[in-house]
T-cell receptor, first 111, second 115 residues
Framework: DQQVKQNSPSLSVQEGRISILNCDYTNSMFDYFLWYKKYPAEGPTFLISISSIKDKNEDGRFTVFLNKSAKHLSLHIVPSQPGDSAVYFCAASVGGDKIIFGKGTRLHILP | KAGVTQTPRYLIKTRGQQVTLSCSPISGHRSVSWYQQTPGQGLQFLFEYFSETQRNKGNFPGRFSGRQFSNSRSEMNVSTLELGDSALYLC??????????????FGPGTRLTVL
């Protein structure tokens, strides 16, 4: 039972355009959501998070949107840069315990 | 400040053997979590330790075990290895418990191949 779903295994975006990565979840008890970025041969790196009391959180080029009624969150990267090519994991937790990760979306930034 | 280190980085074992992986957290971090990453399942939570006590455990068989030492270093052990245990094993550390709200820092992982 996949509680956190990233339905797009890969995504290609032109450099300079907006990248939108999507994530759906099934557990309505999730109250904290995170995005991680992973380069090959490295561990995931924390990118941005959002609490369920908010619907948007911004950090530089990265913005996460949360739609609780749809159980959907998205990560927007504007503008996309070559260094953004990586695998992005969406994750969620209940009360800060036991993070559940999605399977990841591989983002390719095209020159 | 040194990051999370994991040893060994690569390991090849045969079915039925056992293996021990090691993780040294960032200095001052007391929480260590372990994850298994496979292409088909993504990142799956194994267990979390804090102050030498297991706080949380994922849905893995009892062949997977771990422990944490007084210096916060952690080991995980897999006994009676199966082919399906081939994966990247990631360790993450954080300052406090409640891994979902405190930033976790991941190590580079140990790539285990079971033949």
């Amino acid at each position: 039972d996949q509680q956190v779903k990233q339905n797009s295994p890969s995504l290609s975006v032109q450099e300079g355009r907006i990248s939108i990565l999507n994530c759906d979840y099934t557990n309505s008890m999730f109250d904290y959501f995170l995005w991680y970025k992973k380069y090959p041969a490295e561990g995931p790196t924390f990118l941005i998070s959002i609490s369920s009391i908010k619907d948007k959180n911004e950090d530089g080029r990265f913005t996460v949107f949360l739609n609780k009624s749809a159980k959907h969150l998205s990560l927007h990267i504007v503008p996309s840069q070559p260094g953004d090519s990586a695998v992005y994991f969406c994750a969620a937790s209940v009360g800060g315990d036991k993070i559940i990760f999605g399977k990841g979306t591989r983002l390719h930034i095209l020159p | 400040k040194a990051g999370v280190t994991q040893t060994p980085r690569y390991l090849i074992k045969t079915r039925g053997q056992q293996v021990t992986l090691s993780c040294s957290p960032i200095s001052g971090h007391r929480s260590v979590s372990w994850y298994q990453q496979t292409p088909g399942q993504g990142l799956q939570f194994l267990f979390e330790y804090f102050s030498e006590t297991q706080r949380n455990k994922g849905n893995f068989p009892g062949r997977f075990s771990g422990r944490q030492f007084s210096n916060s270093r952690s080991e995980m052990n897999v006994s009676t290895l199966e082919l399906g245990d081939s994966a990247l094993y990631l360790c993450a550390s954080s300052f406090t418990v409640g891994q979902g709200t405190d930033t976790q820092y991941f190590g580079p992982g140990t790539r285990l191949t079971v033949l």
